[in-house]
């Protein structure tokens, strides 16, 4: 009998047997018993395994979809690094998205040195991407919706490009998840997750992973983490496991929260634009996430584009929403997006992450800070 991928999240790591424990072990440990020639079936160094990683690789590879190999690393960035690290070799060029992660950019600008060069397009401009990818061979690196625009790219119209060029596809997933997103299904090789946004879903943890159907390709990622160093330590694991459990309540409800925010936004006099797919009567944004759209979206206030004061101001005015980076917390969070300096937002907007407050609660808070 096979049971639902939620239903699984929930039960790996935890043995059927009289005695055992329920709740996930945290085995902290750098080394295990081991003597004689190597044997790969077990343990032996806490480089190569950890009994805690185990289980959050078990979990995500369920939620994607059968046939799915997940490897886990120490952060989203580190995560990307291997995976741009497996996928360049023998390309010179990373076709990726202009308003994505920055982050994601930034460390791509450093491959260079190594061979490969950072080229951004727009994802929705199919004709740029294909030129992009006719110059050289290239791995595509997408992400929908983007970051901090929420954009939603046609995942299953650049697979197609892609593989017309003959270039890996992979995509960042991680501000839908794999309950709300599957771009393995919509043809993508490979998608990459910062475990610390919705996925562990509690501020408490930094962690990555990468999910293929690959196993030529998850063996060269365990392979670069193993030799790279970026693991996931073991209470890291353990607090990714134990948050990952509630992810399919939590991500509904940030959802919902998101929806009611973002109509209570639209409508609101100080606030010109709000970017949410949630919002969008667009076919693509419903076909491609029709359980919901996830916790994040953005806004830019009325009055000039440039003005960073006023948007910090309403960031400072909140009681409840906590001014902070980042966002898939049980808390909700917010910022002016261009604070960080390689950020592309204009001045005036603001991205949020919906908690799992009450929706009244957020929007109440939202009332008094757009005050400001
Ligand atoms: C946060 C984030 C990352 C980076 O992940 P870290 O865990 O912070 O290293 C990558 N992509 C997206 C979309 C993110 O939001």
Same mark, same amino acid.
């Given at each position: =009998? &096979?049971?639902?991928?939620?239903?699984?999240?929930?039960?790996?790591?935890?043995?059927?047997?009289?005695?055992?424990?329920?709740?996930?072990?945290?085995?902290?440990?750098?080394?295990?018993?081991?003597?004689?020639?190597?044997?790969?079936?077990?343990?032996?160094?806490?480089?190569?395994?950890?009994?805690?990683?185990? *289980?959050?690789? &078990?979990?995500?590879?369920?939620?994607?979809? #059968?046939?799915?190999?997940?490897?886990?690393?120490?952060? /989203?960035?580190?995560?990307?690094? *291997?995976?741009?690290?497996?996928?360049?070799?023998?390309? &010179?060029?990373?076709? =990726?998205?202009?308003?994505?992660?920055?982050?994601?950019?930034?460390?791509?600008? $450093?491959?260079? +040195?190594?061979?490969?060069?950072?080229?951004?397009?727009?994802? %929705?401009?199919?004709?740029?991407?294909?030129?992009?990818? *006719?110059?050289? +061979?290239?791995?595509?690196?997408?992400? @929908?919706?983007?970051?901090?625009?929420?954009?939603?790219?046609?995942?299953?119209?650049?697979?197609?490009?892609?593989?017309?060029?003959?270039? +890996?596809?992979?995509?960042? !997933?991680?501000?839908?998840?794999? %309950?709300?997103? $599957?771009?393995?299904?919509?043809?993508?090789?490979?998608?990459?997750?910062?475990?610390?946004?919705?996925?562990? /879903?509690?501020?408490?943890?930094?962690?990555?992973?990468?999910?293929?159907?690959?196993? &030529?390709?998850?063996?060269?990622?365990?392979?670069?983490?193993?030799?790279?160093?970026?693991? @996931?330590? *073991?209470?890291?694991?353990?607090?990714? %496991?134990?948050?990952?459990?509630?992810?399919?309540?939590?991500?509904?409800?940030?959802?919902?929260?998101?929806?009611?925010?973002?109509?209570?936004?639209?409508?609101?006099?100080?606030?010109?634009?709000?970017?949410?797919?949630?919002?969008?009567?667009?076919?693509?944004? $419903?076909?491609? =996430?029709? !359980?919901?759209?996830?916790?994040?979206?953005?806004?830019?206030?009325?009055? !000039?584009?440039?003005?960073?004061?006023?948007?910090?101001?309403?960031?400072?005015?909140?009681?409840?929403?906590? #001014?902070?980076? @980042?966002? /898939?917390?049980?808390?909700?969070?917010?910022?002016?997006? @261009?604070?960080?300096?390689?950020?592309?937002?204009?001045?005036?907007?603001?991205?949020?992450?919906?908690?799992?407050?009450?929706?009244?609660?957020?929007?109440?808070?939202? !009332?008094?800070?757009?005050?400001?």
């Amino acid at each position: =009998m &096979e049971f639902s991928a939620e239903a699984t999240l929930i039960h790996v790591g935890t043995e059927r047997r009289v005695g055992a424990p329920v709740g996930p072990v945290l085995m902290p440990t750098s080394t295990y018993f081991s003597q004689g020639p190597q044997d790969r079936s077990l343990p032996g160094y806490g480089r190569n395994t950890n009994p805690g990683w185990e *289980a959050v690789e &078990e979990a995500l590879a369920a939620i994607e979809g #059968p046939g799915c190999h997940a490897v886990t690393f120490a952060s /989203g960035q580190a995560a990307a690094m *291997a995976l741009l690290l497996a996928l360049a070799e023998g390309r &010179e060029r990373i076709v =990726m998205l202009d308003d994505g992660y920055y982050k994601i950019r930034d460390l791509v600008t $450093k491959l260079r +040195p190594h061979g490969a060069e950072l080229v951004t397009v727009d994802l %929705l401009d199919h004709d740029a991407v294909r030129s992009a990818l *006719a110059a050289g +061979p290239s791995v595509l690196w997408g992400e @929908s919706p983007t970051n901090p625009l929420l954009r939603v790219a046609d995942l299953a119209r650049l697979s197609a490009l892609a593989a017309e060029a003959g270039a +890996p596809f992979v995509v960042d !997933n991680t501000v839908p998840t794999a %309950l709300l997103q $599957k771009p393995l299904e919509l043809g993508a090789l490979a998608s990459v997750y910062s475990l610390t946004k919705s996925l562990s /879903g509690h501020s408490d943890v930094l962690g990555g992973a990468v999910v293929t159907r690959s196993a &030529e390709l998850a063996e060269q990622l365990r392979s670069w983490r193993g030799t790279g160093g970026a693991i @996931s330590g *073991a209470f890291e694991s353990w607090l990714v %496991l134990r948050g990952l459990k509630t992810l399919p309540l939590r991500i509904a409800r940030q959802s919902e929260n998101a929806l009611a925010v973002a109509e209570f936004l639209a409508r609101h006099p100080r606030v010109t634009s709000v970017y949410y797919p949630g919002l969008s009567d667009e076919p693509l944004a $419903k076909a491609q =996430m029709p !359980n919901g759209s996830g916790c994040l979206l953005s806004f830019e206030l009325s009055g !000039n584009v440039d003005d960073a004061d006023a948007a910090d101001a309403v960031v400072a005015a909140a009681r409840l929403i906590v #001014p902070s980076t @980042s966002f /898939g917390g049980v808390e909700s969070t917010w910022e002016r997006r @261009s604070r960080w300096t390689s950020e592309t937002a204009p001045d005036n907007l603001i991205r949020l992450g919906t908690g799992i407050e009450p929706a009244a609660d957020i929007i109440a808070d939202l !009332n008094q800070a757009l005050r400001a």
